[in-house]
């Protein structure tokens, strides 16, 4: 089984940073891409940006183009997301995710970022 443990959530004000971690226990050949999430009060959970561990090809949503990225260090099994340029919408729960196959099936406890104005 694998398990997912996310790190680094925190306060912070507007147009400031943080950088979240994600690491998993074991990685496998079904588990190649690690996604973040998140999900705001009363809103549903969406997509935040996701990274293959043999390539690191990267996708992010639009929302976060340019502000946020995602890395990764295969020698650590640790996924990151740096968050720049934080606005006040980026608050919510974040939580990262490991695929097995074409599906994310694990998944972390969630991590509270909360942006103030």
């Known amino acids: 089984q694998v398990q997912v443990t996310e790190t680094g959530g925190g306060l912070v004000q507007a147009g400031g940073s943080l950088r979240l971690s994600c690491t998993v226990s074991?990685?496998?050949?079904?588990?190649?891409?690690m996604g973040w999430f998140r999900q705001a009060p009363g809103k549903q959970r969406e997509f935040v940006a996701e990274i293959t561990w043999r390539s690191g090809i990267t996708t992010y949503a639009d929302s976060v183009k340019g502000r946020f990225t995602i890395s990764r260090d295969n020698v650590q099994s640790t996924v990151y997301l740096q968050m720049n340029s934080l606005e006040p919408e980026d608050s919510a729960i974040y939580y990262c995710a490991a695929s097995r196959g074409s599906t994310f099936a694990y998944w972390g406890q969630g991590t509270q970022v909360t942006v103030s104005t």
């Open positions: 074991m990685r496998t050949s079904a588990s190649d891409t």
